[in-house]
């Protein structure tokens, strides 16, 4: 099922690229995870993760764009008696709006495919299983694109589903990140 939705999301990039003047490029930069649970007992700390991956930035008009990414994330949280590590391929289309000096705002939502999830605890690591596959979010975010194709990129993921399989949590993902990228100019 994972590979059948990352291999739909590159043929509609692929297939919307074709149409509009499209940008390139790659992107990385440093996560600040954490869960959000309304019924925890047991309070979570922001667990430091990163992200890579790639971009697709289409020109709409001079000052609209869609910008649909495919990136490699780690999330989860950290608690007093270890890390929950939930590592996900993020699939966020952003709408954005492009200031003439370089910088952008932008919002969309983000579809995010678990790929796996552990629980470390000292030197032990076990994975965990009650974690859905799927999480659906809203990203909110600003960059700044120099002249040059490098860029800075601030932004909130706010998962919007609970991650887990479970009736008695409500777990949901929340993540700051701060990151660089690089479009390739045409």
């Known amino acids: 099922m994972k590979r059948i939705i990352i291999s739909a999301a590159l043929l509609l990039l692929i297939k919307v690229a074709s149409a509009q003047h499209v940008e390139y490029g790659i992107k990385g930069g440093v996560n600040f995870a954490n869960i959000k649970d ?3 007992d047991n309070k979570a700390d922001a667990k430091t993760g990163f992200n890579l991956g790639g971009l697709a930035h289409i020109h709409l008009t001079r000052a609209f764009a869609v910008q649909p990414e495919i990136v490699y994330s780690t ?28 910088f952008r705002l932008q919002t969309g939502p983000q579809l995010g495919i678990l790929t796996t999830s552990s629980f470390k605890s000292g030197h032990t690591e076990t994975d965990v299983d009650n974690f859905s596959n799927a ?7 600003a960059s700044y694109l120099s002249h040059s194709g490098l860029g800075v990129d601030a932004r909130y993921n706010m998962g919007l589903t609970d991650v887990t399989k479970s009736n008695t ?18």
């Open 38 to 40: 309304e019924n925890a």
């Open 75 to 102: 999330q989860g949280a950290e608690y007093n008696d270890g890390k929950l590590r939930l590592n996900y391929i993020n699939v966020p289309v952003l709408a954005q709006y492009m200031f003439a000096d370089g």
């Open 135 to 141: 999480d659906f979010g809203w990203v909110f975010g």
């Open 169 to 186: 949590n409500d777990f949901k993902n929340r993540v700051w990140q701060l990151g660089l990228f690089y479009q390739f100019h045409h």
